[in-house]
């Protein structure tokens, strides 16, 4: 027999006991896949300088079969080093991993647990074609990302005004097999995803998708309006999702909560007062009076004026050079909200929140308190601020 | 001017200059700043989502080293809050029963209620059935509470004659409510002032 024909039958045979083990060069010097060990499989990669024979080879195997066979390196070694026909040498190593499985009690359960069932893994290859049929449907174009589980999806469209939107996709497959898929995130208002959300699959859900954008954008115009030429006082950071706006009518005692309902966005809005209840019982009633006037031609400020029969909507306020020095008065005690009290300045500070009170207001809180005590012209009680234990000198033992 | 009202003044500055998120605060008439008109919008994911929530508060002469008053208007579908709109909540109540603070504000009180709505505390309970209810039934309480929020916080008036006198018109709804409600209607706040002396 020549030395290819050998070469050739212990190829055949490597490829018989070993299906998933693929020689990744012409002469069957290195070999990349899996071996198959009582239904679990080893990521391995071999190396056989010297095919068919064994003798020097390189094995490297993924961490949990080295794990596993890491208490018998020495006989590894004496195989490696010995003259015999790869396949054999293939074999002995499957011989030696079953025996390893067996002694090994719990490192054989884990490795049950861990690794994927070969059965499993044509399940997912199964569950891949069907993901790369839906996506082929989908048309690649659109996709923005795709994870490398092909699970996560995020697609993209592109509305009448070239503004982007993306509907995020997770993909997931139930007992039987078949595709479902969730809408993890959108920039549409939750009522709407529940709608998206009932279409059969994701091509189309995505049709419905840009469908909805379409019925929307002039909703967001709305929008735009609003927060240019209103003081809006919620949402703060508002989203494309957030379908109402708190504004104020009248500064700072009215306001009006609007909200419009996404799925019949050319409907006018609903509109909710806080504040005075005289002011906004006359609010309601000309609202009341007024709202059959709301014209879907108009634009929603000069509506909005209309229906609250205003000349103007309150405009929003200059943006503040530094809004915080603004509203927390540096130096000001805690208590009475004042710098200074009948002269004094605050005082007393706490030496853990550094909040500082005036000596009047600190004394008059601790007094009250049940754990203060009272040692040498000093009460020691309970910071107002974050409970620390602190000292406020007696007032009238300082006058 | 007496010291609690100087606090409160710039309470109701810092609320207008930076309104805190479904909150509104603001004297019932303008020369008297010691009371109050509070709104608390529902936060949105609970049963009390959208509605508009009244409550009065009156700020004792104690003022802040005593808590607010604060009371519902609105009838109010919740196991700390019971059928004359009292609230049980421990910033409500002076140490060392409750956690009452004077570097707590009014708005910091209505922010807690608001999460109090949000997340109710069947552990203390003011009103012993809806809190049994929302540990054995939290559907049915959800659903019980949102009816509630439609019947008598959305501000949506059958008929706009009633919507002149809102006062009448809350008791009138409350009326057709459930028989919780009905059967004690909130206190006029002559009622409520009476209390405070």
């Given at each position: 027999?020549t030395?290819?024909?050998?070469?050739?039958?212990?190829?055949?045979?490597?490829?018989?006991?070993?299906?998933?083990?693929?020689?990744?060069?012409?002469?069957y010097?290195?070999?990349?896949?899996?071996?198959?060990?009582?239904?679990?499989?080893f990521?391995v990669?071999?190396?056989?300088?010297?095919?068919?024979?064994?003798?020097?080879?390189?094995?490297?195997?993924?961490?949990?079969?080295?794990?596993?066979?890491?208490?018998?390196?020495?006989?590894l070694?004496?195989?490696?080093?010995?003259e015999?026909?790869?396949?054999?040498?293939?074999?002995?190593?499957?011989?030696?991993?079953?025996?390893?499985?067996?002694?090994?009690?719990?490192?054989?359960?884990?490795?049950?647990?861990?690794?994927?069932?070969?059965?499993?893994q044509?399940?997912?290859?199964?569950?891949?074609?069907?993901?790369?049929?839906?996506?082929?449907?989908?048309?690649?174009?659109?996709?923005?990302?795709?994870?490398?589980?092909?699970?996560?999806?995020?697609?993209?469209?592109?509305?009448?005004?070239g503004?982007?939107?993306?509907?995020?996709v997770?993909?997931?497959?139930?007992?039987?097999?078949?595709?479902?898929?969730?809408?993890?995130?959108?920039d549409?208002?939750?009522?709407?995803?529940?709608?998206?959300?009932?279409?059969?699959?994701?091509?189309?859900?995505?049709?419905?998708?840009?469908?909805?954008?379409?019925?929307?954008?002039?909703?967001?115009?709305?929008?735009?309006?609003?927060?240019?030429?209103?003081?809006?006082?919620?949402?703060?950071?508002?989203?494309?999702?957030?379908?109402y706006?708190r504004?104020?009518?009248?500064?700072?005692?009215?306001?009006?909560?609007?909200?419009?309902?996404p799925?019949?966005?050319?409907?006018?809005?609903?509109?909710?007062?806080?504040?005075?209840?005289?002011?906004?019982?006359?609010?309601?009633?000309?609202?009341?009076?007024?709202?059959?006037?709301?014209?879907?031609?108009?634009?929603?400020?000069?509506?909005?004026?209309?229906?609250?029969?205003?000349?103007?909507?309150?405009?929003?306020?200059?943006?503040e050079?530094?809004?915080?020095?603004?509203?927390?008065?540096?130096?000001?005690?805690?208590?009475?909200?004042?710098?200074?009290?009948?002269?004094?300045?605050?005082?007393?500070s706490?030496?853990?929140?550094?909040?500082?009170?005036?000596?009047?207001?600190?004394?008059?809180?601790?007094?009250?308190?049940?754990d203060?005590?009272?040692?040498?012209?000093?009460?020691?009680?309970?910071?107002?601020?974050?409970?620390?234990?602190?000292?406020?000198?007696?007032?009238?033992?300082?006058? | 001017?007496?010291?609690?009202?100087?606090?409160?003044?710039?309470?109701?500055?810092?609320?207008?200059?930076?309104?805190?998120?479904?909150?509104?605060?603001?004297?019932?008439?303008?020369?008297?700043?010691?009371?109050?008109?509070?709104?608390?919008?529902g936060?949105?994911g609970?049963?009390?989502?959208?509605g508009?929530?009244?409550?009065?508060?009156?700020?004792?002469?104690?003022?802040?080293?005593?808590?607010?008053?604060?009371?519902?208007?609105?009838?109010?579908?919740?196991?700390?809050?019971?059928?004359?709109?009292r609230?049980?909540?421990?910033?409500?109540?002076?140490?060392?029963?409750?956690?009452?603070?004077?570097?707590?504000?009014?708005?910091?009180?209505?922010?807690?209620?608001q999460?109090?709505?949000?997340?109710?505390?069947?552990?203390?309970?003011?009103?012993?059935?809806?809190?049994?209810?929302?540990?054995?039934?939290?559907?049915?309480?959800?659903?019980?509470?949102?009816?509630?929020?439609?019947?008598?916080?959305?501000?949506?008036?059958?008929?706009?004659?009633?919507?002149?006198?809102?006062?009448?018109?809350?008791?009138?709804?409350?009326?057709k409510?459930?028989?919780?409600?009905?059967?004690?209607?909130?206190?006029?706040?002559?009622?409520?002032?009476?209390?405070?002396?």
């Open positions: 027999m030395s290819s024909d050998l070469s050739t039958r212990i190829q055949m045979e490597i490829s018989k006991l070993f299906p998933l083990l693929v020689p990744t060069s012409p002469d010097t290195s070999y990349q896949g899996f071996l198959e060990v009582e239904g679990a499989l990521r990669s071999i190396v056989a300088p010297n095919y068919p024979y064994s003798t020097g080879v390189v094995f490297h195997s993924e961490w949990k079969l080295s794990e596993l066979l890491s208490k018998d390196q020495d006989t070694a004496k195989w490696e080093r010995k015999m026909l790869l396949d054999s040498f293939l074999q002995d190593l499957h011989g030696l991993i079953i025996r390893c499985l067996e002694n090994g009690g719990n490192s054989r359960l884990d490795l049950e647990k861990d690794s994927i069932p070969f059965e499993e044509l399940d997912n290859l199964q569950h891949y074609s069907a993901i790369i049929s839906e996506l082929k449907e989908l048309g690649t174009a659109n996709i923005e990302s795709l994870s490398s589980d092909l699970r996560d999806i995020a697609i993209q469209y592109e509305d009448q005004n503004e982007d939107h993306v509907m995020k997770r993909i997931s497959n139930d007992d039987t097999g078949k595709l479902s898929f969730e809408i993890i995130d959108t549409l208002p939750e009522k709407i995803i529940k709608i998206l959300q009932k279409e059969p699959n994701i091509t189309k859900a995505y049709g419905a998708f840009c469908e909805q954008i379409s019925v929307l954008n002039g909703l967001w115009s709305s929008f735009t309006l609003i927060d240019k030429n209103c003081w809006v006082l919620d949402p703060i950071h508002p989203r494309k999702a957030d379908m706006r504004i104020f009518i009248s500064p700072p005692s009215v306001m009006a909560q609007l909200t419009w309902d799925l019949k966005p050319n409907q006018p809005p609903e509109i909710k007062f806080q504040g005075a209840d005289a002011e906004i019982d006359t609010l309601r009633c000309i609202y009341e009076e007024h709202l059959e006037d709301w014209d879907q031609e108009s634009n929603v400020l000069d509506n909005l004026c209309l229906v609250l029969q205003l000349t103007s909507l309150p405009q929003p306020p200059p943006p050079t530094n809004a915080v020095s603004q509203t927390v008065e540096t130096g000001e005690c805690s208590i009475c909200y004042t710098v200074q009290l009948e002269g004094k300045l605050p005082e007393e706490c030496g853990k929140c550094l909040t500082s009170f005036h000596t009047e207001c600190l004394y008059e809180w601790l007094k009250m308190m049940p203060s005590r009272q040692v040498h012209g000093h009460l020691s009680g309970p910071c107002p601020n974050c409970n620390t234990i602190m000292k406020c000198p007696c007032p009238h033992a300082l006058a | 001017m007496a010291k609690k009202d100087v606090r409160v003044k710039r309470e109701l500055e810092r609320i207008a200059k930076q309104p805190p998120a479904g909150i509104s605060l603001c004297p019932i008439s303008e020369d008297n700043v010691l009371e109050l008109r509070a709104t608390i919008i936060l949105a609970t049963p009390y989502e959208s508009v929530f009244k409550l009065d508060v009156s700020i004792t002469d104690r003022y802040p080293y005593e808590p607010p008053m604060v009371r519902f208007k609105t009838p109010v579908y919740h196991p700390n809050i019971d059928t004359s709109g609230i049980c909540l421990e910033l409500l109540k002076l140490p060392p029963t409750g956690c009452w603070r004077p570097v707590v504000t009014i708005e910091g009180v209505l922010l807690a209620i999460s109090l709505m949000a997340t109710p505390n069947p552990d203390d309970p003011l009103m012993d059935g809806i809190a049994r209810q929302y540990v054995t039934d939290k559907k049915e309480f959800e659903r019980s509470a949102k009816e509630h929020t439609l019947l008598h916080a959305c501000q949506t008036q059958p008929n706009s004659a009633n919507g002149s006198n809102s006062a009448t018109g809350a008791n009138n709804e409350n009326s409510g459930s028989e919780d409600l009905s059967s004690q209607t909130p206190p006029s706040s002559s009622g409520h002032k009476q209390k405070m002396e």
